[in-house]
């Protein structure tokens, strides 16, 4: 039997005669938000299942910070101060069951207040909401139809959104709580800005002596543009510019996304914006010529006031997303609503089509069964005993269990087939733990390599998230020729390195590929990264107190091992490869097969 979920309406947000009492818990920013502040409070429905999983979380992730409350207990504790995650259904979690009139989300055989109706068998809610004891804290709510349900509801992908809805492991539908109609007065929007300005200057290693030029002129211009009310989309714009004028990719103000997406799957190719499969309007191999009459370069310069970065090429690899969703093209005057009319280029003829979200409502989004895949072979490998070629793919940097373990069983496979040659493929990389090169390079039969140099800023707000008590200030660490840690007894790797990357390769991915490359030991072939040899990194993420939009800020600054290098915007591969829409309609990998035949 299926369950309907439903959504109520957001208008009362905006009324001025609803008591705070009776006010939804929304809206409260991007689920991602919640996490970095001290203390934590978990609270668990009292079922077995349920508490189970409540206790893995608080083991795994926020044993330092965190207490689990069970049951009466969470309702019975005063809570102000404190971030929440509650675990449960509505019915059987007494916090859930208090606050169910002010939730924005309702189990049972309702109607839709959004955009559709969402069904499924095993439906499941991920909300950030309002801590109604203390509107300046945060929730995240994970619910379900079935307690049983809450079991692994972590694996639902989440984070950058306020809301996501899932049938099991498979994501039907994510976004932000409607605004339209909505307006910020001009001291709300005032008050915004103070706490951005604030938490920017307080935190991020550039601004240590106070705002830089652009910095200054953003938040001039911020302010000016604030002096009557506004929409909230209009505002998240506003803000956002403030934060991107520190050129950081780390440092922006979550977006503004939506579950109104388009049946628009791009990829950004060294030929253009290119269809990656049929649609019921479009074919693979299809290459976008203007989106409501926009071109590719209209495009990209509409997506530079959207997207943190320090090249162009993360901002395409972060576009093609975002061009899909209706929100972001209505933010940016694309486009005023669906249908969207497309130029394409089929077969050397010149096309008008129109596209619309899917019919049956079908999430057009794929990141979220992308990253279920990822979860089971994120670090894998291929041998290929007649190109002398061992292809080792980490698509994320963690380091943990799973991969010290795997690391240690190639590096024993590799020995025992006798290949000579390692490729290192970081093209779907986007980050993580840096030191998973560390790890890596401890079976190459290296004495040691120059690592990053870095100026930290330690800070109220980093001591508060991340549990320390770091003496305040701006501290410079110069780079270190680091002693590698090779370990005993383990077969050693001696022969050619190869790193591959792509736009996609960013942040602690792009990290790997630069000590490599920096330190000569590894080719590094394929496209430049979306990340820059030396950036920024280490983020802290707040909420801001009006708009509740959630906001990360850097408190890290690293430079590339080699300074001669300097400046550069990416890393530059020795062999560039680019991957071009032929190479999509054939399904060719152009940078393994010239990896296969390079020596």
């Known amino acids: 039997m299926k369950t309907f979920l439903a959504f109520t309406a957001l208008a009362a947000v905006a009324a001025s005669s609803a008591s705070q009492a009776q006010k939804p818990l929304v809206p409260a920013g991007a689920i991602n938000g919640v996490f970095g502040h001290r203390p934590m409070a978990i609270l668990a429905e009292d079922d077995p299942t349920v508490v189970a999983h409540a206790e893995w979380v608080h083991d795994r992730f926020f044993k330092d910070r965190s207490r689990v409350l069970v049951g009466d207990a969470t309702v019975e504790e005063d809570l102000r101060g404190h971030n929440l995650l509650v675990f449960g259904t509505i019915d059987g979690h007494p916090w859930l069951t208090k606050y169910r009139d002010r939730l924005p989300f309702r189990y049972g ?184 009459g926009h071109d590719e370069t209209a495009l990209l310069g509409a997506l530079r006031g959207l997207i943190p970065a320090e090249n162009d090429h993360w901002i395409r690899e972060r576009g093609t997303p975002a061009l899909a969703d209706l929100a972001v093209l209505q933010l940016l005057g694309l486009a005023e609503d669906a249908p969207v009319t497309l130029t394409i280029e089929r077969d050397g003829e010149s096309l008008q089509v129109e596209i619309e979200p899917p019919a049956d409502g079908a999430h057009t989004d794929d990141s979220a069964s992308a990253d279920a895949a990822a979860n089971a072979d994120w670090v894998r490998w291929t041998i290929d005993p007649d190109h002398d070629l061992a292809v080792f793919t980490l698509d994320r940097c963690v380091v943990d269990d799973h991969y010290l373990a795997r690391l240690a069983t190639f590096f024993a496979e590799v020995a025992e087939s006798g290949v000579t040659r390692i490729a290192v493929d970081l093209r779907r990389n986007s980050g993580g733990n840096s030191q998973v090169c560390d790890e890596f390079l401890r079976y190459v039969d290296l004495d040691e390599y120059w690592t990053y140099s870095a100026s930290i800023r330690s800070t109220v707000d980093a001591n508060e998230q991340h549990g320390t008590d770091d003496e305040l200030g701006l501290r410079h660490y110069g780079r270190q020729r680091k002693e590698n840690d090779r370990h005993e007894g383990a077969p050693l790797f001696s022969g050619k390195l190869y790193a591959l990357t792509s736009k996609e390769t960013f942040s602690s991915g792009s990290w790997f590929a630069v000590v490599l490359g920096d330190n000569d030991l590894a080719e590094v072939i394929g496209e430049p990264t979306g990340g820059a040899p030396s950036s920024h990194g280490e983020i802290l993420r707040f909420v801001l107190p009006e708009s509740s939009f959630s906001f990360s800020v850097s408190h890290k600054a690293w430079r590339r091992p080699d300074p001669s290098r300097q400046p550069a915007h990416t890393l530059e591969p020795d062999h560039a490869v680019p991957f071009t829409r032929e190479h999509l309609v054939e399904g060719i990998d152009p940078v393994l097969e010239f990896v296969r035949s390079h020596r």
Do not use: C
């Open 109 to 292: 055989d309702g109607g839709v207040t959004l955009d559709r109706e969402y069904t499924g068998n095993r439906l499941r809610v991920i909300a950030a909401l309002r801590n109604p004891q203390d509107p300046k804290r945060r929730v995240v709510a994970y619910t379900a139809a079935n307690a049983a349900d809450i079991k692994g509801i972590n694996g639902v992908f989440h984070g950058p959104t306020e809301w996501v809805i899932a049938d099991g492991a498979r994501v039907l539908g994510k976004g932000n709580y409607p605004t339209a109609g909505v307006l910020l007065d001009v001291a709300a929007m005032q008050a915004d800005l103070d706490w951005l300005e604030a938490k920017l200057l307080a935190n991020h290693p550039t601004t240590a002596e106070g705002p830089t030029p652009a910095l200054a002129a953003a938040l001039q211009e911020a302010r000016a543009a604030t002096a009557e009310p506004r929409s909230i989309a209009d505002f998240w714009l506003t803000a956002n510019r403030v934060a991107l004028a520190l050129a950081d990719a780390h440092t922006h103000v979550a977006p503004l996304g939506s579950s109104r997406r388009l049946d628009l799957p791009l990829a950004w190719l060294a030929d253009g914006l290119v269809v990656t499969h049929d649609t019921a309007a479009l074919q693979r191999g299809d290459r976008l010529v203007t989106l409501q």
